[in-house]
């Protein structure tokens, strides 16, 4: 996508690690880790929809802008990888 | 202008039974009779500069019936003062130089003894309720000597409730705190013997907050808190640092009056108040979570019952008014929150000395709850970061109703109603 840098990031646009480190703090808060591995099911690690949201909350804080929570589609998110790739794609919306 | 002119009390308009109540304002001792006697036209739209000015008013209407409604500059702008000149009122300034009145848009007769409230509304723009002295006075009974002190707004219903109190009983002083004394008050009122003090949770957190100690040293016999909702955490902190005192709750609005008083110290309202009927006394009633008043202390045109546009929320034998229908319930995915009882989770926490709970917009879920808080100064039990606060919110309420992003402020926000919108 925006992987060979011929998309500059919005200023205040997180990158991915940010967007990880927001997620194991949203995690951390409830004594839950946050594993190292992308594929890791969010399920498992008792990562639901209550803290999915959270989680955005906390990037929109962070960036100071709103994401537009309307503009994807539908779509599954199941693991750790699936929900960085989600919120680094909405800030692009 | 007008130039202030003797206007002794006559047969016909005899003075109120509190003429001679003690009434302490911008820093002098008058009395009721004392006060400067401005000449107000008929019907008068005042607004006061200060808060003398505002008493003046009020006893010239409580003497001559000058149908009148009272106000601060800055609650009528300019839309609000032609609104006003239309309905006939003379819009006037009252500051020391006297009344300075303007003619109104469509002049017409006066209604005696008629008096006007701006009520905020839910809508935000306000709107004039009719009362009249008698409709105000919802104090009736003898009540030990008392010296009051009187924190609101003038004009607002909350004021009247003191300053009627004041005008017909003797023995109810009165001690006026202008809005630049409303942080240093406590001192004020002690230096005044103040005995009685009537004030929205936001006014009494804001005390406790800024000076718990200078608090304490005010010879309180009774506290009332009133006009938002009173939950168990300052009911049960006020209890703590003031121990002689007897603290009671109030539900009073301009359409329906002073409806509901309690005096146990706690939160809400016996259940079996609901729905019942005693001559002279309002009926409290529920309907799809909205407490429903008919009150015989109503405003004009408000007879019977009168949908109050307050959340009510019942929690074992207790009637809970959490907050505002509108603004009160936060849908989270589905699940129905009541901002009110977050709020009051969190004020129930040690370390947090006001809260406000809102819905924000959230993907998937649609709205999630969260909170603004102002944290009480640290007493070396150390301070609580989001993570804490979370988790005492976790460990006390359902997991869709746990705040998920808490920001902390540095000072309890205050509107001049001495709300905060919680």
Not at chain 2, 28 to 50: E, K
Not at chain 2, 274 to 301: F, K, M
Not at chain 2, 308 to 331: F, H, P
Request: glycine share 8%; charged share 25%.
């Amino acid at each position: 996508m925006h992987s060979l840098g011929c998309r500059l990031r919005r200023m205040n646009e997180l990158s991915r690690a940010q967007i990880r480190d927001l997620m194991a703090q949203v995690l951390k808060n409830q004594d839950k880790e946050l594993p190292a591995d992308d594929a890791a099911q969010l399920r498992e690690i008792g990562f639901r929809s209550l803290d999915f949201s959270e989680l955005a909350l906390r990037v929109e804080d962070e960036t100071g802008e709103e994401l537009n929570f309307d503009a994807p589609g539908l779509r599954r998110i199941a693991t750790v990888g699936d929900v960085l790739d989600f919120l680094v794609e909405l800030q692009h919306q | 202008m007008t130039v202030a002119t003797p206007d002794p009390a006559t047969a016909a308009h005899p003075e109120p039974a509190g003429v001679d109540n003690r009434v302490v304002v911008g820093g002098a001792a008058l009395t009721w009779r004392t006060l400067p006697r401005p000449a107000l036209p008929d019907p008068a739209a005042v607004l006061a500069q200060s808060a003398v000015h505002a008493l003046a008013a009020a006893r010239q209407h409580a003497v001559h019936g000058t149908e009148l409604l009272l106000s601060t500059a800055s609650r009528v702008d300019e839309a609000m003062r032609a609104e006003l000149s239309e309905a006939g009122f003379s819009v006037t300034v009252v500051d020391d130089d006297g009344a300075h009145p303007s003619a109104p848009a469509r002049a017409r007769d006066a209604d005696p003894g008629r008096l006007w409230l701006l009520t905020s509304g839910s809508t935000g723009r306000p709107k004039r309720v009719g009362h009249t002295l008698d409709t105000l006075t919802t104090v009736r009974a003898d009540q030990p000597e008392r010296t009051w002190l009187c924190p609101y707004a003038p004009g607002t219903y909350a004021w009247w409730q003191v300053v009627t109190l004041s005008l017909t009983q003797p023995g109810q002083h009165l001690v006026v705190v202008e809005p630049d004394e409303l942080d240093d008050w406590p001192a004020l009122a002690a230096a005044h013997g103040v005995d009685a003090a009537s004030g929205t949770p936001t006014f009494w957190r804001r005390t406790l907050y800024r000076d718990a100690a200078a608090l304490a040293r005010v010879p309180l016999r009774q506290i009332t808190l009133g006009g938002e909702p009173v939950d168990q955490a300052i009911l049960d902190q006020l209890r703590d640092l003031l121990p002689a005192a007897r603290i009671s709750w109030i539900y009073a609005s301009s359409e329906v009056g002073a409806s509901i008083v309690v005096h146990d110290g706690r939160a809400g309202f016996p259940v079996d108040w609901l729905d019942r009927e005693t001559a002279g006394r309002p009926t409290l009633s529920v309907h799809d979570d909205e407490l429903v008043i008919t009150s015989p202390y109503h405003g004009a045109g408000l007879a019977g019952p009168v949908r109050t546009g307050d959340r009510v929320q019942v929690v074992d034998d207790r009637v809970l008014i959490t907050g505002r229908l509108d603004s009160d319930e936060i849908n989270v995915g589905g699940s129905k929150v009541s901002a009110g009882v977050v709020r009051g989770v969190l004020t129930g926490h040690p370390a947090v000395a006001w809260a406000r709970v809102t819905g924000r917009r959230a993907p998937v879920l649609g709205r999630m709850v969260v909170a603004e808080v102002v944290l009480a100064p640290a007493d070396g039990a150390g301070v609580p970061d989001e993570a804490a606060l979370m988790r005492w919110c976790a460990d006390r309420l359902p997991e869709h109703a746990v705040p998920r992003r808490i920001r902390v402020l540095t000072e309890i926000p205050v509107k001049e109603t001495l709300k905060s919108d919680v």
